[in-house]
Structure formats: structure tokens, C-alpha cells
């Protein structure tokens, strides 16, 4: 949820630009959004096409995450020998693919927000 209130001045000539950038079917608000999401390193709204992509990324890294922990499980259990740097680097990257999938359900929450609502002027 929202909550929080941005007041920005503008030139009339950035008014116009935003305007421009607005077309029919977003609001200032929108845009201005989009552009600090993107300048700032945060993620996206992404379509329909690119979700449904993003969908099947997240559980393809959902299975590489319990093949990760797995192998480090086997490790501490003595399964198969134990190397330390193998264990380090393998919590690394069950880390990273946590956090990946961290982000990519980020940006499916965003874009299922940002089609839910309803379009501008209806």
C-alpha cells in the first residue's frame, strides 16, 4: 500500500515532458514511479507475457534451490565428504538464488497490481 505523499514543482516545459510521457493510459503518478523505480535500481512492473515468464523462472529456481540445500545437507550429515570451501560456496549461492527468487516475486506482486487497476478515465 501506498502511503507515501511526494509534492514535486516543475518547469512547464517538464510538466509538458511528463505530460508526453503519460499518453492516455497513465497518470503522472505512474510515470514518475516507473522512472524512480527504474533510476533507482528497483524492480519493475513487467506485462502479462514476460510474468508468465518470470513465473516459470521462479520455480525452475525454487528446484535448483532444493538441489543447493541438498548437497549442503549431505555434507553436514556426513553423506559425502565434507570440503569447506564447496560448503561455503554452495550456501553463496543458495543465498543468491534466494534472493533472486526474492526479487523476481517482487516483481510479480508489482505487476499484478499494476493490472488490477483499473485503466485511467474509466
Known sequence: MRSEVVRVRLQ????????????QDRTASD?????????AGLPLPVGPVAADALRGTN????????????????????RVGYE???????????RGV???RTDVDLMLR?????RRRPPRGT
Open 12 to 23: 512547464p516545459e517538464e510538466r509538458q515532458a511528463l505530460a508526453a510521457l503519460c499518453g
Open 31 to 39: 510515470v514518475i514511479r516507473l522512472l524512480f523505480r527504474d533510476k
Open 59 to 78: 520455480e525452475e529456481l525454487r528446484r535448483i534451490g532444493i538441489n543447493l540445500n541438498q548437497a549442503v545437507r549431505a555434507m553436514n550429515e556426513g
Open 84 to 94: 569447506p570451501h564447496l560448503d561455503a560456496a554452495l550456501r553463496h549461492l543458495l
Open 98 to 100: 534466494f534472493q533472486l
Open 110 to 114: 508489482i505487476s499484478r497490481k499494476e
